[in-house]
């Protein structure tokens, strides 16, 4: 499957299955983004890379509320944040699997305020949501598939010689 329809169905099904939010895919970011939170986890194996969401405020409400069951404000800061690091964990295992990584590594998730906070040299690819009337991005950088899929023959080979 190629990267993009991947994200988008990784992005899809997380949302949908998790916190029964729909979303689709828009073509543009919105003229004005909201402020928000950035929830992140890097790719460790075989891709190297890492997926991040970009969550306004009312999307991160949404998310909580309808996993959780309760108003937000009932939950604790560590709460919140442990529920939004499992989203996007369980949404990178996900795309690296549709992508053709079954056996993958990432690093633990962590919840960031700003995209500057991840250290990048690179420009991601950034992918646009509507979620619930918001916009939310989806940030996206990688090795390529093939390069992944060469590299975790070769850590299973060498696996296996030990």
């Known amino acids: ?8 169905e990784a992005v899809g099904a997380t949302f949908a ?13 919105p003229d004005k983004p909201r402020p928000g939170q950035v ?17 306004s405020r009312h999307t991160k409400q949404a998310i909580i509320e309808n996993i959780h069951g309760v108003h ?27 992508v053709g990584a079954d056996r993958h590594a ?17 420009e991601p690819l950034d992918y646009f949501f509507s979620v619930n009337d918001e916009i939310i991005k989806a940030s996206l ?3 390529s598939p093939s390069t992944a899929c060469e590299k975790e023959k070769e850590l299973n080979y060498e696996d296996a010689r030990q």
């Open 17 to 29: 299955d998790l916190a029964f939010l729909d979303t689709e895919r828009v073509s543009r970011s």
């Open 39 to 55: 929830v992140a986890v890097e790719f460790l194996r075989p891709l190297a890379g890492y997926l991040a969401l970009h969550l």
């Open 72 to 98: 937000w404000k009932s939950l604790s800061g560590s709460e919140i944040d442990d529920c939004l690091m499992e989203l996007v964990n369980i949404m990178a295992g996900t795309f690296l699997i549709l």
């Open 1 to 8: 499957m190629d990267t993009t329809q991947a994200l988008v």
């Open 141 to 143: 950088k990688y090795t």
């Open 106 to 122: 990432l690093s633990l998730p962590l919840v960031l305020y700003d995209q500057s906070d991840l250290m990048i040299e690179e």
